[in-house]
């Protein structure tokens, strides 16, 4: 009967840990949904509402996305130090608020604020739940690690055509208003059910930057900051900033059929993410064929991109060049994995964080340069709607082109691991 009841607890405190768990991917969810959402989805929406220039809707993203890198090297420290729960509970509250103010500011400097708060507090869930997952599935990490990512990059999907469809039905504020009541409601569900569950010891790790001076000087790890960073930037930068733009002025595809091919990339994000990790399982936790595809792929998709803009060809065809770049790209567990296996176990966290730090500094300042890129050659006014031309987009390409070069050299010197540990034999 005692071993009955100790076999009963335990499966309640699993069943507990993987809702805790569903609850910090939710709220992942949602991060994704504000990064995708704002500018990307609703990008003629706000200059037609908000009357300003590409350069300061393209920031929005920006101011975002400049917080949430930056911070991620602080929480690679409080993961490892508090634990992954404790640092969502704190993260996710800050979360809630920049989402709750957002569709209420009416002045730049409070969009621009707000859209930090939520910077900083969604900078919180990824780190965090790459920690609990590596604790609590230590075996089954890649996989796990995969799925989870896999319900959170679902928010790329709903923030393009259904986001867009709410947006049409009862305009952008009002949709925002309840996303961000949704985020809240996630909140609520895991801080419930985080009080259920004892939490691990507070560890003595010392809030010191020196391990990320150590993590730089292996050559290794350099390559795989570049690659993922650069790789990951010119993704994003299509994915949540001028994606449905581009497909909509130079494309001449019409706005709805352009939401749905974003909302295909985010599909075909959350797929590739899930689909690398068990395809690198069923090959022997091979890693290095990941990375050079995704290398190959970034560099023929922008270089056609390029010489399809330069020779004026319109077709609504180069979107599925955006569809190869997703399907190749989203390989975080790969990534990761590498990461954890020609590092010590002691730097995951940091290692992580330097990861995330670098994907995501490249998403902001492309995002900044693309604002800048963009209005060196005047727009035309339709409806209120700026409409880039060629040159715009043409400048655009060509800088986003000679990044894939830097994608490309670095994921072929990257290393084959096997899924074993090479942290001693590694430069």
């Given at each position: 009967m005692e071993s009955e009841t100790k076999l009963n607890m335990?499966?309640?405190?699993?069943f507990r840990l993987w809702g805790l768990l569903l609850c910090g991917s939710i709220l992942y969810f949602f991060a994704n949904v504000q990064r995708v959402a704002i500018p990307g989805s609703i990008f003629d929406d706000l200059q037609r509402s908000l009357h300003l220039s590409a350069v300061y809707i393209t920031n929005l993203g920006a101011a975002f996305m400049y917080v949430y890198a930056?911070?991620?090297?602080?929480?690679?420290?409080?993961?490892?130090?508090?634990?992954?729960?404790?640092?969502?509970?704190?993260?996710?509250?800050?979360?809630?608020?920049?989402?709750?103010?957002?569709?209420?500011?009416?002045?730049?400097?409070?969009?621009?604020?707000?859209?930090?708060?939520?910077?900083?507090?969604?900078?919180?869930?990824?780190?965090?739940?790459?920690?609990?997952?590596?604790?609590?599935?230590?075996?089954n990490f890649t996989l796990m690690l995969g799925l989870l990512i896999l319900i959170g990059y679902t928010g790329g999907i709903m923030a393009n055509a259904p986001f867009i469809a709410g947006v049409r039905l009862i305009g952008w504020r009002l949709m925002l208003e309840i996303t961000a009541a949704a985020t809240i409601l996630a909140y609520l569900a895991f801080l419930g059910l985080k009080s259920t569950l004892k939490m691990p010891k507070i560890q003595s790790v010392p809030f010191s930057f020196a391990p990320f001076l150590e993590l730089l000087k292996r050559r290794h790890n350099r390559n795989i900051f570049l690659f993922s960073g650069v790789n990951f930037g010119l993704y994003y930068l299509i994915q949540t900033v001028i994606?449905?733009?581009?497909?909509?002025?130079?494309?001449?595809?019409?706005?709805?059929?352009?939401?749905?091919?974003?909302?295909?990339?985010?599909?075909?994000?959350?797929?590739?993410?899930?689909?690398?990790?068990?395809?690198?399982?069923?090959?022997?936790?091979?890693?290095?064929?990941?990375?050079?595809?995704a290398g190959f792929c970034c560099l023929a998709s922008f270089l056609i991109l390029t010489l399809c803009i330069y020779c004026n060809i319109r077709t609504q065809w180069l979107a599925a060049l955006f569809c190869i770049l997703t399907a190749t790209t989203n390989i975080s567990p790969v990534t990761i994995s590498l990461l954890?296996?020609?590092?010590?176990?002691?730097?995951?966290?940091?290692?992580?964080?330097?990861?995330?730090?670098?994907?995501?500094?490249?998403?902001?300042?492309?995002?900044?340069?693309?604002?800048?890129?963009?209005?060196?050659?005047?727009?035309?006014?339709?409806?209120?709607?700026?409409?880039?031309?060629?040159?715009?987009?043409?400048?655009?390409?060509?800088?986003?082109?000679?990044?894939?070069?830097?994608?490309?050299?670095?994921?072929?010197?990257?290393?084959?691991?096997?899924?074993?540990?090479?942290?001693?034999?590694?430069?």
């Open positions: 335990l499966i309640h405190r699993k930056l911070n991620q090297l602080l929480i690679g420290l409080l993961v490892d130090r508090f634990g992954g729960c404790r640092v969502i509970a704190w993260g996710a509250l800050l979360f809630c608020v920049g989402s709750a103010m957002f569709p209420f500011a009416d002045t730049l400097f409070l969009l621009y604020f707000s859209r930090a708060v939520v910077g900083l507090g969604a900078s919180a869930v990824y780190l965090s739940l790459v920690k609990e997952t590596a604790r609590n599935f230590s075996k994606g449905k733009k581009f497909l909509e002025d130079f494309c001449s595809m019409e706005e709805v059929r352009a939401a749905w091919i974003l909302s295909l990339l985010g599909i075909l994000s959350a797929v590739s993410s899930f689909g690398s990790a068990a395809l690198s399982r069923a090959l022997g936790n091979r890693r290095r064929i990941f990375v050079r595809a954890r296996e020609t590092n010590t176990p002691n730097v995951t966290g940091i290692s992580v964080s330097c990861l995330n730090f670098s994907n995501y500094i490249m998403v902001a300042l492309l995002g900044s340069a693309t604002g800048i890129l963009m209005d060196l050659f005047p727009p035309q006014i339709r409806d209120q709607i700026h409409v880039y031309g060629r040159n715009s987009y043409l400048a655009v390409f060509a800088f986003l082109f000679l990044l894939s070069v830097i994608v490309a050299y670095n994921a072929f010197r990257l290393r084959e691991t096997r899924g074993g540990n090479y942290a001693s034999t590694t430069p």
